[in-house]
Structures are given as C-alpha cells and as structure tokens.
C-alpha cells in the first residue's frame, strides 16, 4: 500500500516516472480505475486540490464520495477521532484525500487507514501534490528543472506548498534558489537544512525586486493568514510582498510565474495577461498529475 504523506517519498525517478504518466494522462487517459471509489475529507477550505481529485477520478472511470467541510459535516464535529474515521471510510473507498489543518493528522491517518491515504495539505506542514504538479509545471513551461533560477517568494514560514516545493526542487543538484520573504517569514531550518545536505545553491532575501530580476521561474505564494493567532500580525505582512505589473515588468522576457493559487492581492490581475503569467496553466496541470496519481497507485 503506497500512501503519499510526505514529499520525502518522490526521488528524482519516482518524479520522472510520474511526470511521464502524467504527459501520458494529457494524451490519452483511458478509464482503467472504472468500479473504483476515491473518498475526499477536507477539514479545511479547498478549491483546486479537492475538485481536481474529484474531477481526476471521475475522468478515469472512478467514482467520489466525498464531506463537504468534513470538520462541521462528519462526525468529527461530535469528537470523532481521525483514526475512527479513516478506519470507516476505508472500508467504503478504495483511496482517501485528506486535507486537515493539524500537522502530524495525516501521518496517523496513513497509520490506521486500511487504504492509501493522500495528504492534501497538513496545517503548516507539507503538501505533496502540489509540489508534484508545480514541477511538473516548471519543467512543462520552462523548458526544464535542472539549471534553472527558482524564486519562491511569500509566506516561506507557514505555506506548505512552498516548503514542498523546496524540498522536491533538492532532488535537481543544477538549480539556483532564491528564497524571497518579508522579514519574519523565511523559510524554515528543516527545509533550509535539507537544501544544504543536498548541495543545492541556495540564497535568502528580503528583496522581491532583486528576486523577480533573477528569476527563470517566480513561485509566488499568498499570506498563510489562517495560520497567524494574531490578525494584527496577519494585517502588518499583507501586501507587502506583491508582484505588480511594474515589478513583472522587469523580470526575464522567457521567465515564467507561477503561483498555487489561491491568490488575494499578491499577484496584481494586471499581471495575468503577460506573457509570463502561468498560473491558471498550472492549476490546469495538477489535474492531469493527480489522474497519474490515481492511475498509479489503484491500479
Ligand atoms: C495552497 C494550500 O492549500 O496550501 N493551495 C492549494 O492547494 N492550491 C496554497 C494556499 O492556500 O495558499
């Protein structure tokens, strides 16, 4: 049974094999997880990475069942635990998608879940899929991974896709990062750490300017609010980090920008018709990721 917990799980030939099912999936997917059942439980608020798991199954053959808001709508609003639940559905889907907000929850969702389980985001933790379909993006749209100057730029401290995505991108010895945050949000020791064991050139920033100069690819992400106790706290880092069309103006004519979604004011709308902006594209490629995902794993 091959759950997907942890990003650690992908080295650079599980990735490769991963991105060429997924060329595969864009060409000609077939319906081989036909009588299968994906079950979703998503206790936080989701657009992209529920609907394109949901809409992956069902273009397999697969079917979904799913809690909408499964912290107020499953019985973990009457003090179910995780591990009760996993248990129960399991018995009922072939797979489970879980997002939760507690870092550690899909580790002991993995534990007692008789099928594989996905993590779908873990609070501030990781987010695997997602990192998955930003290099496939990346090495789609860029023309490449190796080699390249990667910005990731934003909430470094509690956003999860942008962790995952380092992590992964120290699979690729060739690339250059830039780490861009506000002052009070860089990256993590655990994942800086990572970086330097695996010889990946690295540097920290508080400059977007700079950053966005230098960039083949610009990973823009949004303020992680649900994570600040504060609001007031919350309040000082929004917008401070914003890529506007000026900005955009001065970054590399083949470069690309790309960004998880959702995203509130850090990328100006202005921007979504250069050339350079890719991040709708890139939400269109985690479908096909996820369907090589499925494939892959129920099969
Ligand atoms: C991200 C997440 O939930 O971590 N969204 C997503 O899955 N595409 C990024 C975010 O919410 O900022």
């Given at each position: 049974m091959k759950h997907i917990i942890d990003t650690a799980l992908f080295d650079r030939a599980a990735l490769e094999a991963l991105f060429e099912k997924t060329d595969l999936m864009r060409r000609n997917p077939g319906t081989?997880?036909?009588?299968k059942i994906l079950a979703t439980l998503f206790y936080e608020p989701s657009t992209r990475t529920r609907l394109s798991f949901e809409a992956a199954m069902l273009k397999l053959g697969g079917q979904v069942i799913t809690t909408e808001n499964a912290k107020e709508f499953s019985s973990a609003a009457k003090g179910e635990t995780i591990e009760d639940t996993v248990r129960v559905v399991g018995a009922y889907a072939d797979a489970l998608v879980i997002r939760h907000p507690e870092e550690g929850t899909l580790a002991r969702a993995a534990a007692a879940s008789p099928v594989p389980v996905i993590n779908a985001g873990d609070g501030a933790g990781q987010h695997p899929t997602q990192a998955l379909l930003d290099l496939y993006t990346i090495r789609t749209e860029a023309g490449g991974i190796e080699d390249k100057i990667i910005a990731i730029l934003g909430d470094l401290h509690y956003g999860r896709a942008a962790r995952s995505l380092a992590y992964l991108l120290a699979e690729y010895p060739g690339v250059r990062l830039i780490l861009a945050s506000p002052e009070g949000l860089a990256m993590n020791e655990d994942i800086t750490s990572r970086l330097r064991e695996k010889g990946i050139q690295y540097e920290e920033t508080t400059d977007i300017a700079y950053a966005l100069a230098q960039a083949d690819v610009a990973y823009q992400t949004r303020i992680q609010k649900e994570r600040f106790s504060d609001e007031a706290e919350y309040l000082r880092f929004k917008g401070s980090f914003n890529i506007t069309a000026d900005l955009a103006a001065?970054?590399?004519?083949?470069a690309i920008i790309l960004h998880?979604?959702?995203?509130?004011?850090?990328?100006?709308?202005?921007?979504?018709?250069?050339?350079?902006?890719?991040y709708f594209t890139q939400a269109h490629y985690g479908l096909f990721v996820r369907m090589a995902l499925l494939t892959s794993m129920l099969t």
């Open positions: 081989p997880l036909t009588g001065q970054m590399k004519s083949d998880p979604l959702p995203r509130v004011d850090e990328i100006s709308p202005a921007v979504d018709v250069l050339p350079q902006a890719r």
